[in-house]
């Protein structure tokens, strides 16, 4: 089965910048659409930024333009640089792999990380 870890999460102020990176084992990492989702307190699960075999991205309104989606076939690991962040930023991040990857994922099941905590707050 896929394993997923993610990393990189932490307290930062607004304003500043985060690179989360979530490693993958148990599939084929090259053949797989990578998306990195976020879960605040009591909401659900949402899409924030998507990246394609080959390598087309997509990113929610919300983060569009602050955030950068990207991925590292070799390592087999996709990473997620945030940049200009704001306290509606906190939330757990995840990341996923499969095809469709929906929008809001209201109830996760099946191959999930742990997630890594993001808390923008001065």
């Known amino acids: 089965q896929v394993q997923l870890v993610e990393s990189g999460g932490g307290l930062v102020q607004p304003g500043g910048s985060l690179r989360l990176s979530c490693t993958a084992s148990g599939i084929r990492f090259g053949t797989f659409n990578m998306g990195w989702y976020r879960q605040a307190t009591e909401q659900q699960r949402e899409l924030v930024a998507s990246?394609?075999?080959?390598?087309?991205?997509a990113y929610s309104d919300s983060v569009k333009g602050r955030f950068t989606i990207s991925r590292d076939n070799a390592r087999n690991t996709v990473f997620l640089q945030m940049n200009s962040l704001k306290p509606e930023d906190t939330a757990v991040y995840y990341c996923?792999?499969?095809?469709?990857?929906?929008?809001?994922?209201?109830?996760?099941?099946?191959?999930w990380g742990q997630g890594t905590q993001v808390t923008v707050s001065s």
């Open positions: 990246i394609t075999i080959g390598s087309s991205t």
């Open positions: 996923k792999a499969g095809s469709p990857l929906p929008r809001i994922v209201a109830e996760p099941r099946g191959s």
